[in-house]
């Protein structure tokens, strides 16, 4: 993954606003139903493979490297559409997802919500059991 | 802004994670078209305040205060759906936004994206000028 940068991706990444920790907060959102499917952190060398590629790829702060999403579960995310906010330190990723974003079998990692009492409710189904995907992913 | 928070709203804010500072990341999307309008933190008295009043409250870290969204520029966003990550260390939360998200006067800060180039490029008007936005906004 340490290919040399083309000027152009380069250009593109040296515009956007890191953190202290050279990280960028990613909202990834389904492209097709927008859907928000998933949150997570990009560094510069993660954006630049997901504008190289067209395929989502993260930084994991858990595990301290990159993450191209699905590499190890076939849950890929095609990118179709990559945005930057107004101060340029928050990214916005539209993707054709291939099975479920979430560990857990989910499709989204937003299956949570309030329903009006007092705790966070599921809602819908997941569309893999967490053996199966715990089978799929390990940690992709 | 200090009033006694209600059983129900501290159980639902004792459930997510807070970051080491305190805060954690909420995507802000519109309730009817699915637009990802912006990205902010909240703490957890901004997040009990949204929980409460159905409007979205971040926090701002720039200014190190509450920040009712659209409080000075009457560009609201009422609360429809919040939503958790499944590691409840990010929090969604969809809106019927009044006027625009974003201080430059687009309706959403996402308004730039990768055109193909090695640039930004905007795509779309802004509802508001930039003076208009200015005089309205304030900084809310």
């Not at 699905?70 to 997802?97: F, M, N, P, Y």
Request: proline share 4%; glycine share 8%.
């Amino acid at each position: 993954m340490s290919e040399p940068v083309a000027p152009e991706i380069q250009a593109l990444v040296s515009q956007v606003r890191f953190d202290a920790h050279g990280l960028i907060p990613c909202i990834c959102q389904d492209a097709h139903t927008g859907e928000v499917l998933m949150f997570a952190f990009m560094n510069a060398e993660s954006m630049a493979i997901t504008l190289e590629r067209r395929l989502a790829c993260y930084f994991s702060r858990s595990r301290g490297k990159l993450w191209l999403k699905g590499e190890s579960s076939g849950h890929t995310q095609r990118v179709l559409d990559i945005r930057i906010d107004c101060d340029a330190d928050c990214v916005l990723i539209k993707v054709e997802q291939e099975g479920a974003a979430c560990h857990t079998g989910f499709r989204s990692c937003f299956y949570r919500h309030r329903d009006g009492a007092d705790t966070w409710s599921p809602e819908g189904e997941p569309l893999f059991s967490a053996e199966e995907m715990k089978a799929k992913y390990g940690k992709s």
